[in-house]
């Protein structure tokens, strides 16, 4: 199976802060990374799609870039809202996989 | 808009069966590939199952191959899945979810799934 590696797991930043994240794949999935947010007690939200792709109605605040093995979730400057956790996700190859996540915090 | 509704979740002893179901709405559900998505209580999220829209293909977790069972009622707009032979690893909040491609872009709200004695 293919391990996905995310991070820090966890990052404490303000308002206004760029973050980023990263994602780490053991073995190639070209671009078929996924990445999504996910609040307390809700579903998981789509953000992006083939590693650098913004679903509709996503802030464009929020960036994806990389392939192959290596991928990073950035927000240009965090908004109160985007305190959450994010995971990505590889659809390379089943069993499809998650990152572990990384819970982005209130500094 | 696209709407997934599970349901069938429940507190289940070691050992049993349950079968999960979820209703789906505001697409055209035969030309979709769904998903089973879990999430155990404060952890992360694990893929589960797949299923293609025409039932032809079905992929699953290693760990709940040959316990778990995905299929879909096209004429019902339907996703279920028959969970056999639970465990406690099996606790989780089941996710019905939508990815035509493999992304997942839309997720039901969950059902809880508890195994225990």
Known sequence: DIQMTQSPSTLSASVGDRVIITCRASQSVSSWLAWYQQKPGKAPKFLIYKASTLESGVPSRFSGSGSGTEFTLTISSLQPEDFATYYCQQYDTYPYTFGQGTKVEIK | ?117
Not at chain 2, 25 to 52: C, N, Y
Not at chain 2, 82 to 99: F, K, P
């Open chain 2, 1 to 117: 808009q696209v709407q997934l509704e599970e349901s069938g979740g429940g507190v289940v002893q070691p050992g049993r069966s349950l079968r999960l179901s979820c209703a789906a709405s505001g697409f055209t559900f035969s030309s979709h590939g769904m998903h089973w998505v879990r999430q155990a209580p404060d952890k992360g999220l694990e893929w589960v199952a797949v299923i293609s829209g025409d039932e032809s293909k079905k992929y699953y977790l290693d760990s709940v191959k040959g316990r778990f069972t995905i299929s879909r009622d096209n004429s019902k707009n339907r996703l279920y899945l028959q969970m056999n032979s639970l465990g406690s690893e099996d606790t989780a909040v089941y996710y019905c979810a939508r990815g035509p491609t493999g992304a997942i872009d839309y997720w039901g709200q969950g059902t809880l799934v508890t195994v225990s004695s």
